[in-house]
């Protein structure tokens, strides 16, 4: 992910796979017509080149590459890069201004460096999967990659900070980015309340442990909604539109905590005025009352909302191997360099040779490469 946002606002990011196997992630989730849908995704804007790093061969033209290169970005278990003769201080010898980006499970240190991770190992044991879920039903694990998404997010903001530095100072360095810590960061301040109160956080289902109402609920034509209010006024508005300021009147009423320790109360009577009315009705009387409240989706009632489709967040791509495609649009909007997606995910080396050529190979080297399968 963290090529994908960097390539989706323009940076020139070449996606290096081993060329017979390819990223993995081409055969993962659905596919149509043999094509990996998540790869368009992932893979979108990337230039594409097969090739072998475990070969000699291949390692020296991955000097090559990186001998110009801004960022290397690697996810290779800590010493993997170093085997293959391609470790930090190769590669800053090579070019000292490189930033080296380390996406590992578990980071570059400690007794689980070198322990194979994905993301549900980390959501497991960053607590996230502790917390989430109904109180009395097992622990919750997210179904898509969380940790992963949240760490790649995190590793955009890691690489521009150390080329912020790169460019004040000239000098590169290494990006150590473990899947966990990022996940945890965001978990609020579970951390903090067990080391001063001894407060372990605990699965609540829908609802909070630090406000009240948050929690779905059904309307009367069959739909979910979810309503929060984490502001004091927008929680006592809640109550005062559906008709029980006796509640909004209580004293436990005044903090977010009180109001948690009262959900029983609160949500019975939430549940009693949604469950009279239908989804438009719900959602017309709470936009009128400023009560934020929001209907529960699937991916189709997703893309067409009116304010998704007022923000372009969803968009069509040509794709040459199934014609037009819908997908996520980028991250964020900015007003002077907005980015854009210019080409979905591509096949395996189709950008091999011009990458290459354009770094100094001659046909003649690409194609004894090639014969030698170190570049597809």
């Avoid at 230039?47 to 090559?64: I, K």
């Avoid at 080396?349 to 050529?357: C, I, K, N, R």
């Amino acid at each position: 992910m963290i090529g994908q946002i960097m390539a989706d606002f323009g940076a020139e990011v070449i996606k290096i796979e081993h060329p017979q196997r390819g990223d993995s992630l081409r055969g993962h989730g659905a596919q149509k017509d043999g094509h990996g849908l998540w790869w368009k995704i992932v893979g979108r804007n990337k230039r594409c080149v097969g090739l072998n790093l475990g070969h000699p061969e291949g390692a020296e033209v991955f000097r090559t590459l990186a001998a110009t290169a801004d960022v290397v970005i690697e996810n290779f278990r800590p010493g993997t890069l170093e085997r293959w003769g391609l470790g930090w201080e190769t590669l800053s010898d090579l070019n000292p201004r490189l930033v080296l980006c380390r996406v590992t499970g578990f980071g570059q240190r400690g007794p689980y460096a070198r322990r194979p991770a994905f993301g549900t190992l980390i959501e497991a044991m960053s607590g996230f999967a502790h917390m989430t879920g109904e109180p009395d039903r097992p622990p919750t694990l997210p179904p898509f990659g969380l940790a992963d998404s949240i760490a790649g997010i995190s590793g955009v903001a890691a690489v521009m900070m150390a080329l912020h530095h790169r460019n004040a100072t000239g000098q590169g360095q290494v990006v150590d980015l473990s899947i966990l810590e990022p996940l945890v960061a965001v978990l609020g301040p579970h951390v903090i309340n067990w080391d001063q109160t001894g407060q372990i956080a605990r699965r609540s289902g829908n609802r909070s442990l630090n406000n009240a109402p948050r929690n779905i609920y059904l309307t009367a034509d069959g739909r979910w909604v979810a309503v929060s209010s984490s502001a004091d006024s927008v929680a006592r508005r809640t109550m005062e539109l559906v008709e029980r300021s006796d509640i909004a009147a209580e004293p436990w009423f005044a903090t977010g905590v009180g109001r948690a320790e009262h959900a029983d109360e609160i949500d019975a009577a939430l549940a009693a005025w949604i469950g009279e009315r239908s989804l438009s009705e719900v959602v017309e009387e709470f936009a009128a009352a400023e009560v934020a409240l929001a209907p529960v989706y699937d991916v189709e009632q997703y893309v067409d909302d009116p304010q998704v489709q007022a923000r372009e967040a969803v968009v069509v791509v040509d794709d040459p191997d199934l014609g037009p495609i819908r997908m996520q649009n980028v991250l964020f909007g900015l007003s002077s360099t907005p980015g854009s997606i210019r080409h979905p995910g591509r096949p395996l080396g189709a950008d091999t040779d011009e990458v290459l050529v354009e770094a100094g190979v001659s046909e003649e080297r690409l194609e004894e490469l090639r014969a030698k399968q170190v570049v597809a």
